[in-house]
């Protein structure tokens, strides 16, 4: 099994997961479809020869003719379908003349026991190849659904938000799911680009109810305060409203345990990093507990830089310790033409490989800065760090690599890149184009 199988992952770019309605069924090429098939029906038909040969070759006191009965299940289990299961057992019917000679056989008596046997395993077989059906179009469409609801919890990002491009990407420690305990999100408003990334204490599925009121909380909040310092207790209040609904909400036993809690949400907390990007390029920056972004830079060597924004002490998670009565006081930086942030939650740096060591995400970015590298970077007229959509992704692959296919934390990945390009050491807006090339103009200056 890959590691792309065991985690489920999305890179977001134009869509979350490119999961075209997980777990449908894709169209198989002709090719390999009829060999898949003709191999279904061939099983059966060699299993029945191999049988009578042995039943001719071995001593008069031993019989295997029984293992004539297995061949319409061996049928069914090739995925043969119906067809295959009524030609294995057709089949096996017809090996029992060879066998007339066996004199355990001879009687008519021990054929027909041995072809009513044989047809109620092909009955069977038929009966359970049509219940398997209908329970895989059930899945898939549970699936669906489920697909369906997971993205709308983390909604796909487009490849522009404003003047900045960006990309996303989710690792979930959850089989099967797209979302767990991480969230994200990026909003065009009135007071510029506005992003959220955070971490709910937990993993998995237990943690998607509360990731699902942290984020509804802040769309609305980014829009509505004109102030970033007021939206992490916007935040806040949200949070405990779900908290104290899941205190006293009723929860079975076995809800308990498919949520992977024990009830208490006590000590329930949220780490949450905002940003507030405005056009020109000034970020502001309200950090409570949350890891913060890393700077993408090239200079004009072509050398490329991965590193901290800053190292100050953050505010406590939401939900851990009240915020202080007064507004916090934000940070402020620059993200000048062509550079980016990378924003990550602490499952990226958490990661080990099969020695413990810890996944080294700084060296990761500078490698897939290098890597993905455009034409140009670091002369007047270059656009600055690669695509932010190869960022998200070679740094996924990295990761996964680094830790075996096994998260044991969900781990969210957001890149942005700020598009407004240098001409003769000024910056300069692109030209708008129309929306339908917005997704391949990310950074066409010249």
């Known amino acids: 099994m890959t590691a792309d199988q065991r985690t489920r992952v999305g890179v977001q770019s134009s869509g979350p997961a490119e999961a075209n309605a997980a777990g449908a069924r894709t169209k198989v090429p002709h090719g390999p479809w009829r060999a898949r098939r003709a191999a279904a029906f061939a ?10 040969v042995w039943e001719l070759l071995l001593p008069t006191d031993t019989h295997c003719v029984a293992l004539l009965a297995a061949t319409p299940a061996l049928a069914c289990a090739g995925t043969g379908g119906r067809s295959g299961a009524w030609l294995g057992g057709g089949l096996a019917l017809l090996a029992l003349y060879p066998l007339g000679s066996v004199p355990v056989y001879e009687e008519i008596g021990s054929k027909a026991g041995m072809g009513a046997a044989i047809i109620s395993v092909a009955i069977v077989s038929c009966y359970t190849t049509r219940r398997r059906a209908r329970l895989s179009d059930e899945l898939a469409r549970t699936r669906q659904v489920a697909a369906a609801a997971q993205q709308a919890l983390i909604r796909p990002l487009p490849p522009r938000v404003g003047r900045f491009s960006c990309a996303a990407g989710y690792l979930s420690s959850a089989r099967g799911a797209a979302v767990g305990g991480d969230l994200y999100d990026a909003v065009d408003t009135a007071h510029g680009v506005r992003i959220v990334i955070g971490d709910v204490r937990g993993h998995g599925l237990g943690a998607v109810g509360t990731v ?4 509804g909380s802040f769309r609305e909040a980014a829009h509505d305060e004109p102030r970033l310092e007021r939206v992490p207790r916007r935040l806040e209040r949200a949070l405990e409203r779900h908290l104290d609904d899941r205190r006293h909400a009723p929860v079975s036993p076995p809800e308990r345990g498919a949520a992977g809690e024990s009830g208490e949400v006590d000590e329930e907390f949220v780490t949450v990093l905002l940003l507030q990007v405005r056009a020109d390029g000034e970020v502001t920056a309200v950090n409570c507990g949350h890891p913060w972004p890393y700077r993408l830079t090239t200079g004009r060597n072509g050398a490329c830089r991965s590193e901290p924004v800053t190292t100050a002490e953050p505010l406590p998670p939401l939900g851990l310790l009240p915020l202080p009565p007064e507004d916090p006081s934000p940070r402020h930086l620059r993200l000048p ?7 990550y939650t602490d499952g990226a740096e958490d990661a080990r490989d099969a020695e413990g060591r810890w996944f080294p995400l700084a060296d990761a970015l500078t490698a897939a800065l290098l890597a993905h590298r455009p034409e140009g970077a670091g002369r007047d007229g270059g656009c600055g760090v690669a695509e932010p959509a190869d960022i998200v992704d070679s740094v996924r692959r990295s990761l996964l690599r680094h830790a075996g296919g096994r998260l044991p934390d969900d781990v969210a990945l957001l890149a942005l890149r700020n598009d407004r390009c240098r001409v003769h050491g000024r910056a300069h807006d692109p030209e ?15």
Do not use: K, N
């Open 432 to 446: 708008p184009q129309p929306a339908a090339a917005d997704a391949a103009l990310l950074c066409s200056c010249t």
């Open 43 to 52: 099983v059966p038909a060699l299993w029945t020869a191999g049988v009578v």
């Open 212 to 215: 699902a009121a942290v984020l």
């Open 337 to 343: 033409p062509g550079e980016g942030l990378f924003l």
